[in-house]
């Protein structure tokens, strides 16, 4: 089940997710106004502040050669492009490592385009901003306005363009054909939009849920809005006025630009590349730019919507689209229009992230300081430290001036209300997707000195993070500046704990979902059923290959395991074994072939059904078993744990979807 759970989040979550939208990412706190009083009213004494570097080319330009090159070694990645803007002033901007194994081609920051995945989102509710400007879209309004097909309704409440853009729509996750390099599998924006409609989970507006689907929802609004195909729209009301000649959202590339995109690469030593990444829906994760192309669209937006003369938007839009929407605590990074914070030191970066299977980019703005940094690498093992680890480098070279609060006491008895737990709202329950969310979980406890872990989540060493409380349900990272912060309900329980992303937000779990419960669980009835197959198998080639003895026989007062709950027993280890199957050749592939993946479950499904089926009769076994005479106390322990066990493998199979729709992941 852990390798299955990995597979599948490979393509759910760390393959699509902005890395700082990955649960307890190392965030940076907001900048303190004044030194936090401690409980005893104290102020913390402001820690002595290293000497700023200047921000200067000379500098940059050492900073960045003597760090990227050993991200791209430790991490096996082929190329990385670079970009840093300072009061519209181009300071650093360059290619590092290769866009073409084979040929040897070297990165051209200018020319060389990496596919940015969800930074697709910018320009996206860019695109929406300039209808609203227009009058054409209404922000607040239901969507269904704007469709041809309908969003079922739930909880009484529309869903608006608002909710897409700040990730409150409430749908849960899809992932159905989400990314692909066959272009022959490419389906129209709305067809997708249609045949993967998710359920929504939590009532529009309340519970951040980060959502591909609400994007590209967005887009197709813009398409039947505009009257032009979502590319086509881009590029002629975005890129085209800002020069923005090494960008599309073509997907596969027109022949015209399709040597200047770069390969993506699993590792630098497997060879050929992944392919062109398809992702679905375009809007959220279809662009693909060069750094200069960047440069542009980043100046644009930081005077007012303007470049040379050019405008995308007027310069209230662009305010009204930086100002914030949703936030859990003012202590926390806030989520704008589509845009989201992400805090270091003095530093207040607006922007987004992007990851598909290869690429893996990063791209902020500092309102205040005029500030731009960008960085893209082509290669699957950037996946992980190296945009964190790159921009706390930058910021504390370059911006370090940061006063760290005081850690606050309160009564241990109060900290462990934080304790269970938790997985994150994006996440799908009615899906097939279900079975990785156990093993997602995060368990957070407290200390006798209150000091709170969460046992998965670890800092950039491998370390498990501590938090301490710096104030009423609010905690920091230890020596970090990442925080935390328990959302209650009405009765005082903490529900919802919010981090420094404000895409997501992580749910209570209830205890039949614990992961240490289901996985116990899981493993126990596995192991109970696996004798009872074992010695099938053994009973059975003994009549084979020992046709002339005499069959053996149960001891007096003992009874072998009845046919109903032998057959159970193989389903359920056949099914078992399928799951494990589908892991192995998901790790094999570097795009995970959704077809595939649903003939897999098409087995997966079908076997659970005929599993609970004869489950039923080892249940009545291991009930009746107990009114019959003359038995050993053995015979009655076996048929009762056979029955338990399938009963637990048939709520297994039910309450995590193995028995479901087979289409819908």
Known sequence: MTQLRTCLLLVALCVLLPARALPWQTQSAPKAAAPIASAEGKPSAPASLPAAHPLEKADLEAFFDGLIPIQMERSDVAGSTVLVVKDGKELLKKGYGYSDLTKKAAVDPDTTMFRLASISKLFTWVSVMQLAEQGKLDIDADVNNYLDFKIAPAFGKPVTLRNLMTHTGGFEEVIHDIIFVDPKRAHSLRDFLIANQPRRMYPPGEIPAYSNYGVGLAGYIVQRISLEPFEQYVSEHIFLPLGMKHSSFNQPMTAELAPDVSDGYRATTEKPAIGFEIFNPAPAGGVSSAAGDMEKFALALLNGGELDGHRILKPETRDAMWTPQFEASPALPPICMGFYQTWRNDLRFIGHDGDLVAFHSMFLIEPTERLVVFVSYNSAGSAGRNRTELLNGFADRYFPAYTPPAYQTFPVKELKDIAGNYESTRRADSTKLAISNPAGQGVASVDKDGVLTVDVYKDLRGHTRKWKPIGKDLWQIEGEQGRLFAIRDSSGRITRLAVSFAGVQFQRVPW???????????????????????????????????????????????????????????????????????????????????????????????????????????????????????????????????????????WYSIHWNLIGPIHRL
């Open 512 to 650: 039949y979902e614990h992961k240490t419960f289901v996985g116990i669980s899981l493993a126990a009835s596995l192991l109970i059923l696996l004798p009872v197959v074992i010695a099938s198998l053994i009973r059975f080639g003994r009549r084979l290959l020992f046709r002339n003895r005499p069959a053996l026989k149960p001891q007096p007062g003992t009874l072998w395991i009845t046919f109903g709950g032998r057959v159970a027993a193989f389903l359920w280890m056949f099914v078992t074994l399928w799951l494990v199957i589908l892991s192995v050749n998901l790790q094999d592939e570097a795009v995970p072939s959704f077809p595939k993946i649903i003939g897999y479950f098409w087995l997966i499904n079908w076997f659970s059904v005929l599993a609970v089926f004869f489950s039923l009769f080892a249940v009545v076994g291991g009930i009746r078993i107990w009114r019959r005479a003359n038995l050993r106390t053995i015979s009655r322990v076996k048929f009762s744990l056979v029955g338990a066990a399938c009963v637990f493998l048939t």
